[in-house]
């Protein structure tokens, strides 16, 4: 079965920096478009960054231009989320997804492989 197992979660000052990595099991990770997703309390499920199967689509919003960085390891099936300059307004669960259609897509319904998310907090 599939199995996406997101780590590098926890606490970090603003300012500061974190990478979170995602390692896939029960896919062909090499063809599969990758999402980093985050959920904070009260709000809905958003994409901070996707990345297609071929790395010739990737997505950012907005809010994380410029500070995170999505990248992929097909030899180690894992796809990464380099963060920086974390502000509190980044505190969330963290999740990753993946599926073979979504094409660096940043909509949430595009994805049919979910983790179970991590946790980041960052303080001020």
């Known amino acids: 079965q599939v199995q996406l197992v997101e780590s590098g979660g926890g606490w970090v000052q603003a300012g500061g920096s974190l990478r979170l990595s995602c390692a896939a099991s029960?896919?062909?990770?090499?063809?599969?478009?990758m999402g980093w997703f985050r959920q904070a309390p009260g709000n809905e499920r958003e994409c901070v960054a996707a990345?297609?199967?071929?790395?010739?689509?990737?997505y950012y919003a907005d809010s994380v231009k410029g500070r995170f960085t999505i990248s992929r390891d097909n030899a180690k099936k894992t796809v990464y989320l380099q963060m920086n300059s974390l502000n509190p307004e980044d505190t969330a669960v963290y999740y990753c997804a993946a599926d073979y259609r979504a094409y660096g897509s940043s909509l949430r319904r595009e994805y049919n492989y979910w983790g179970q998310g991590t946790q980041v907090t960052v303080s001020s």
């Open positions: 990345i297609s199967w071929n790395d010739g689509n990737t």
């Open positions: 029960g896919v062909t990770f090499s063809s599969c478009d």
